[in-house]
């Protein structure tokens, strides 16, 4: 059986978002999101990480097919979310902005247009030091 | 003659903008800033770079005080600046948000501020590969 | 079932240490330890990776408390080791001050205090060449 | 039972190479391989990420002797490929030299090398943006 | 009058070199170059920092059009380079592919082709301990 | 004429320190250097930036012998600071060991031992956002 291994790709956008829900009282929103939930927005240069694995191809060496991965990477995720506020975005229409929710609204959008092999992780990296990761098997259902 | 030296300290803060100024059409805004005029706004993690220069206190081995200048940073750039929409401060009132202008702002916010030595360069780190510097004697008049 | 996610958060601290031990002979010490068994110590430039795995709150978009988990951090690990040497630290009287040992030390010190979620990995980045990760379940009882 | 720890170290090497393989005609090559077809060549600085999981020893703290280790990757690794063309390089004779067979090369020529404790991951970086991971139990079987 | 500032815009591309000069016999070719002579070439990812000065445009707040700067930049310097062997390029026939002679060839490629504002330095970073700097006012006549 | 260029070459040590001058007394010393003045010391991952200036070899299109430079770094400054505590080194015996003093005692020791062009430009990196300068044209003379 040929070996599996894994290949991660990293893409980068800015945007801005804030903080906020509402299904929760504006001054639980400010206690809970502080800063963050200040109205004007604020905003990052996101790195996100998209991990493929799958097994080799033993006479190409490769276990999937990287550009057509960032030709789906850069229509489904990069072009939408760049230079965006990430509030406005129909995906986050029910949901806040959190890097938590970012994962899992990138892996949904991934997780069935991998041209080969499987989605194994997503990484969003908000800031130097705030790193988030979703691993799953299939679609978290959030969206 | 004690030897000059420099030190830099690097900030960072996370911020939203939108590169627009009513001095010109909205079609000639578009034309020059692109998806960086778009209405809603995107943002970035700014890292921004304080260079001091100054003579060796041959006594403690310090150009200036470190602890007194990152306090100086922190209330005057780093408190204003963090998790705020840039567009919405006082200083930009009149002026775009571009890294040109945000690196003219904090010389001219710190540059009678330094406890001792002379604010030598600001650097504004805006994305990884996109970095302005502004270099002065004094105030550079723009505020 | 909510999904599952983690995030990572990023500290540091600067510290020295030496590393010997007195259950071994100095020459013993001397070989195993090489240059990093100097009796006059050396020191790093310690970044600390805590990853915290938790189901998300569906509402707030969060699985932990960020804020409560920074503060924890810096009062348990940040404050007791940064500008010290951690050979005089109490944790290590009986350990050795490697990168090994320090990644075990901190998972106990965090272990129990996670605000929501669960402690999932402890890294400690003790040079740039130089990485340390522990995972585990529960205290690892070297303490 | 002492803890199970694992140590990452990272070694640099800088070569030439070329993805093509004779099992392919020279269009198919050319379609799958793009620029990287490129029959003069291009290179990376590679960056190589050996991780060895294993038992804390709890006298000495470590979980494996780390100058054995640098030696053994210096000596199989970083001399052999370092300013080299990996294509000529018998290891690649019948393997493209993709970043997912240089894994697994290097995961063939380490496995049973490792002084104490076992080889749990070896990770390529070939570019800023480009990450290739291998896991395995065994020899891979490729070599 | 309006302040001075500088932007640096940094840019990547990945190739092949060989370091070798016909002007030298074959031996001194090993004795100067090391392993860097090695007939089968080896490789870098090369990331490239053009530093442009300008006058700031007090209207758009901007000293030079990125988007053209970009495209030239693209079109002159990384298309011609990217996956090629840096020896096979007509700038490097009578040249070394050294880090300096790169800076240089890239300088004068790009003095002349500034949008607005002038070329103030060329930075090369070959490997991540290894950095060359080329500033001048004009042709640095070496092309 | 040749051109002029520079080369920057990273290195690396790793030390404990700490902030305190016998010219000073102890609570003047806490007052100056706070946490940095703990007794029993801390410690860094120092990244030293040597630049030399030099013209360029048409023939060769080198500054400066590097592999030279980097054996007189490595005996010079590496050798000596790596795994010491800088405090017991005789170039600190009258001096503190800042950032500010370590550039120059790095200065002084290289600046007679170029191999070909002249030291520009002596950097320390101290913390991941502390970073210290030192540009001379001779002999600092603080040793």
Request: glycine share 6%.
């Amino acid at each position: 059986m040929p070996p599996v291994m894994s290949i991660t790709r990293t893409y980068a956008f800015c945007a801005a978002h804030r903080l906020h829900t509402e299904q929760l009282p504006d001054d639980v929103n400010q206690t809970i999101f502080g800063k963050c939930n200040n109205p004007n927005g604020h905003g990052h240069n996101y790195t996100i990480q998209v991990t493929v694995q799958g097994e080799l191809d033993t006479k190409t060496g490769l276990i999937t097919d990287v550009n057509r991965l960032d030709q789906i990477v850069q229509d489904l995720i990069v072009t939408r979310f760049d230079h965006q506020h990430l509030n406005f975005d129909p995906a986050f229409q029910a949901l806040t902005t959190t890097g938590e929710n970012l994962a899992s609204v990138i892996w949904d959008l991934l997780v069935d247009r991998i041209p080969s092999g499987r989605l194994e992780k997503i990484g969003v990296v908000e800031t130097r030091d705030n790193f988030f990761e979703f691993v799953g098997d299939q679609k978290s259902a959030i969206l």
